[in-house]
């Protein structure tokens, strides 16, 4: 066998040390080896997990690296596959490696299939590799052989091996899964998309989750840097497709979608079947008329960007529009800027069970003189189609997972597919590289408002405004979003677009300027049944609390998930006249095994409950019925009795009568109720979002800053006073975290012609209202403005909302544009590459690590000379950025540090930097100071990380050399 890896000789500070795999005949990149060796060491321990690889990353050679892995391991392998395309693409990279050809290898699959040239060894688990179609698995199910053999390879460590894993959740299968796991076997998810809409998870039979379990990632920007896959240029073209339609047209489609939304009661049927109702052979007249104008508008929308697409895709929602589009665009005419201008396209149809193909408008067979109706296999046709010997490939959910065509350039989602996994792997089929078109980018083309609703739903959690995300998105590992942001960040024009389309929509529907200030239901949430939404308990005043328990079996612990629901006018934060028209709960959420905390503003108790649904937290029935015990009862009264300074605010309590009540009961007040005052900020950050329009604030805000504060509303009027209120409450309730020495908190303004009812927001509270109006004190305050504005802990609101414009320039900031906030965005984001910890502490600070020969270059510096040393340079230019004057400062914290060390030699010192001070002088400087800094960081950002790189390789190769003699 050929060894695991092979280290490359590192003999400076700027080498990076890669691991290096050869399977079969081919080499890895540097990132599916590095995916490899964690998948090597989750097989030897044992480990449950998922990898998760972007749409052309290479996973059936990852997959072909772990059989070969278990093999050595000594342990059996089951491979799992959605369908036997894949099988076959799978096996081939198999029998490119010359160690496994000693392995036993079996198989599963339909009767029918033969795989392979020689013998085949069907349908046992005694095997060293098993390759099977999931389908092929769950029809064994009443096979009482199957099922011991199940265990026993679960007995022997066995691994399954779950290739497109999301595909892989269903019921049955989940039954084999179990068995496996039960037995002492682990599982590994491979996949481009983990999530599903029915919440179902492959890994939890193994206690894992693909969303949290991360073996390893392959990022979107590695795999594109290594030229395997292309970028995706997007084309929103649902306004283009709307003006052919037309708008009578528009509204029959959207009622259809709402009629078809009220039958399924899911969001992504309706949304697959959107057009589909106006296909159907017993269709009305009318929506036979829709169905030709959908058609033709299609037609129209490929051929204005047919001119430089070598092949296009089309993915429609069901087969007679699928048939309907084939035959409309066989007899079209290849536009002027094709190199076949003029002349049909050869299109092809393609579903599960038909294909059928049409050449200079006619259909025939697969080749050329061949009779149609001649029955045509999938494989074959893609072959033709690599062959550069079609046009067009037009497809119902038949040309997605598996689907390798690299000179796909054109993809049309003709459809309204709202689930991010399809229409990823949808886009996957045109992001694949091909040398010899030299295909650039693909571009995909959505008429349906997909990509609209996906964006949204990235750019909400990006923006930490979770309100309009679904679950899905809402409860995604940072990772897997990243692949999502990468993917849309990777085509500048994109955001432009989705603003028009907004806008398009906001004209379409005549949207008015009322401020909406609950968080409104959207109905591509998932909250499941009536029956399993939470049954809020009373807990304190004007406060209920749910809560659900789920076991771990990897940590073979309970975690809980709670939600606490306040009513704001019943606990007095809000007043009788502002609850006429504001909503009145407020739910906040937490997971104790992700930490995630989410809060939202509900105009009933109902929505409020469909909210903690919809982030995971269900009804319980047997947690529910269970009574509390005593043990549990004496603490939950000992902990009631720790808050007197909170009556009444607190009091009085509910007596639990269930082990749901109780728990929940013990979780709010446990650590001195710090549950209780983390979901109490959560929901009064969510209260002064709504009233200045402002997303990601800090729950420690220290003010708030009125423009034009006589022209506010009186609806953010009241919820800023609810807000003040809240502060009040916080403070009684944690005096160390939010009272005014801890956590000073005012509403401030410009204007001293201020009315009284304004400055009643701050009534019966210790809040301070202040109000600015002389010039001096305006100056001297800029610094702390501005630093304030960068920290998210201050923020401005006018009668329309936020004006962070004004704002900025009473801060003093030089530009106001998107293009400076990009600037400043992208400060940030350097600053947390650069620090040691690799991102920003809590305290709004980082620590930069410099060596004794760097921190002596700073000292001997001179006055606008480059250092040669660029961790050096960089802090230099920070402190700097730091100075009053533009100069090197003669004194300071980090000149002192800098001092001390160079009198004691120490051999490195960290240099702490404010962050939020940093930021603030760096949006105050010119635009050409701002760009060398960027250019300065970014330098010191690609030093830190090679030499990072080299040093940990050169601790691994010391670590490997100490394991190999402790073994000799």
Not at 44 to 63: D, E, I
Not at 389 to 404: C, P, Q, R, S
Request: net charge neutral; charged share 30%.
């Amino acid at each position: 066998m050929r060894p695991l890896t092979k280290l490359a000789d590192a003999s400076d500070e700027a080498s990076v040390l890669h691991l290096c795999r050869v399977v079969g005949d081919k080499q890895a990149e540097p990132y599916q080896a590095r995916i490899m060796f964690s998948l090597r060491e989750a097989i030897q321990r044992g480990r449950s997990g998922a990898v998760l690889a972007p749409t052309g990353s290479g996973k059936s050679l990852k997959a072909a690296a772990a059989a070969e892995d278990a093999f050595s391991l000594g342990k059996p392998i089951l491979i799992l596959h959605p369908d036997v395309s894949l099988l076959r693409q799978n096996y081939a990279q198999l029998q490119a490696i010359p160690s496994l050809r000693e392995a036993r290898l079996a198989f599963f699959v339909a009767k029918t299939e033969v795989i392979g040239d020689g013998s085949m060894l069907r349908n046992t688990l005694d095997a060293d590799v098993i390759m099977a179609t999931n389908m092929s698995l769950v029809n064994k199910l009443d096979d009482e052989d199957f099922l011991r053999g199940l265990d026993e390879f679960g007995q022997r460590g066995g691994v399954a091996l779950i290739d497109e894993g999301h595909k892989a959740a269903a019921e049955q299968l989940s039954k084999i899964l179990q068995r496996i796991a039960r037995a002492g076997g682990s599982g590994i998810v491979l996949t481009a998309t983990p999530f599903r809409t029915d919440g179902q998870d492959p890994l939890d039979p193994f206690g894992a989750s693909i969303e949290h379990d991360l073996i390893d990632v392959a990022t979107y920007d590695e795999v594109l840097a290594t030229g395997r896959t292309v970028r995706t240029r997007f084309d929103i073209a649902t306004g283009e497709f709307e003006r052919h339609l037309g708008a009578d047209a528009v509204r029959l489609i959207e009622t259809a979608f709402l009629a078809l939304l009220a039958e399924n009661k899911s969001v992504d049927q309706a949304s697959q079947q959107a057009f589909s109702r106006f296909f159907k052979p017993d269709a009305s007249e009318g929506d036979s008329a829709i169905a030709e104008l959908i058609v033709a508008a299609l037609v129209g929308i490929w051929a204005k960007r047919a001119g430089n697409a070598v092949l296009a895709m089309v993915h429609c929602d069901s087969v007679e529009f699928a048939k309907a589009l084939s035959g409309a665009l066989a007899v079209q005419r290849l536009p002027e800027e094709h190199p076949r201008a003029g002349e049909r396209p050869r299109v092809a149809f393609v579903v599960a069970g038909e294909i059928r193909v049409w050449r200079d408008g006619r259909e025939t067979g697969l080749k050329l003189g061949e009779e149609p109706g001649r029955k045509i296999k999938r494989d074959d046709l893609l072959n033709e189609a690599r062959a550069g010997e079609f046009d067009i490939l037009v497809n119902v959910n038949a040309l997605g997972i598996g689907t390798d065509v690299p000179q796909t350039d054109l993809n049309i989602l003709a459809c309204q597919e709202r689930s991010i996994g399809p229409v990823k792997q949808i886009s996957g089929r045109g992001e694949r590289s091909h040398k010899a078109t030299r295909k650039t980018h693909q571009v995909f083309v959505d008429v349906g408002n997909s990509i609209l609703r996906i964006f949204n739903d990235i750019d909400a959690m990006r923006r930490n405004d979770p309100e309009r995300c679904r679950r899905q998105v809402r409860g995604l590992a940072a990772p897997i979003r990243e692949q999502f942001e990468a993917w849309f960040d990777k085509d500048p024009s994109l955001r432009d677009q989705i603003e028009e389309r907004q806008r398009q929509i906001r004209l379409r529907l005549g949207e008015s300027d009322r401020e909406q200030y609950e968080d409104p239901l959207d109905p591509s949430m998932s909250w499941g049944e009536e029956d399993t939404l939470p049954l809020p308990k009373p807990f304190a005043s004007g406060m209920m609390a749910a809560g659900m328990r789920r076991y771990d079996s990897e940590s073979k612990k309970f975690s809980s998930r709670l939600a606490l629901f306040c009513d704001l006018y019943q606990s007095g934060i809000y007043s009788a006249e502002a609850v006429q028209d504001l909503p009145r709960w407020l739910v906040a959420t937490h997971d104790e095994k992700t930490g995630a905390q989410q809060a939202f503003l509900c105009s009933t108790l109902d929505v409020a409950r469909k909210y903690a649904a919809f982030v995971g937290i269900r009804y319980d029935g047997e947690y529910e019925q269970s009574s509390p015990s005593d043990k549990q009862r004496r603490f939950l009264a000992s902990l009631q009795k720790e808050k007197p300074q909170a009556q009444p605010w607190l009091v009085p309590f509910e007596e639990a009568r269930s082990a749901t009540q109780i728990a929940c009961g013990i979780d709010l007040l446990k650590d001195r109720a710090a549950l209780l005052v983390t979901l109490l900020a959560m929901g009064a950050t969510r209260l002064i979002e709504r009233a200045t329009g402002a997303h990601s604030l800090q729950p420690k805000l220290r003010s708030v800053i009125l423009d034009r504060p006589n022209q506010i509303t009186p609806q953010r009027r009241d919820l800023l006073a609810a807000y003040c209120r809240l502060r009040q409450r916080l403070a009684e309730i944690a005096p160390t975290g939010f009272d005014r020495k801890a956590a000073p908190f005012s509403i401030t303004t410009y204007d001293p012609s201020v009315l009284p009812e304004i400055r009643s927001v701050v009534a019966s509270t210790n809040v301070g209202f202040f109000v600015i109006e002389d010039p001096d004190k305006e100056e001297a305050l800029k610094p702390r403005l501005a630093e304030g504005l960068m920290n998210a802990s201050i923020v401005a609101v006018g009668p329309k909302g936020p004006t962070e414009a004004w704002i900025r320039q009473k801060a003093g900031f030089t530009r106001h544009d998107d293009a400076a906030r990009v600037r400043e965005r992208s400060f940030r984001l350097a600053l947390e590459d650069l620090c040691d910890a690799g991102k920003i502490s809590r305290q709004n600070s980082i620590a930069i690590t410099l060596t004794r020969l760097e921190y002596i270059e700073i000292a001997s510096a001179k006055p606008g000379r480059e250092l040669t040393r660029a961790m050096a340079d960089v802090v230099k230019d920070l402190m700097v950025v730091l100075s009053d004057d533009g100069q090197i400062p003669a004194d300071g914290a980090q000149v002192e540090a800098i001092r001390s060390a160079i009198a004691n030699n120490l051999p490195e010192l960290a240099i702490e930097l404010p962050v939020g001070r940093l930021c603030a002088r760096y949006a105050q400087q010119t635009v050409p100071n701002q760009k060398k800094i960027l250019k300065t960081l970014e330098r010191a950002a690609v030093f830190k990380k090679n030499r990072d790189a080299f040093l940990r390789a050169r601790q691994q190769v010391s670590d490997n050399g100490l394991r190999a003699g402790a073994q000799r």
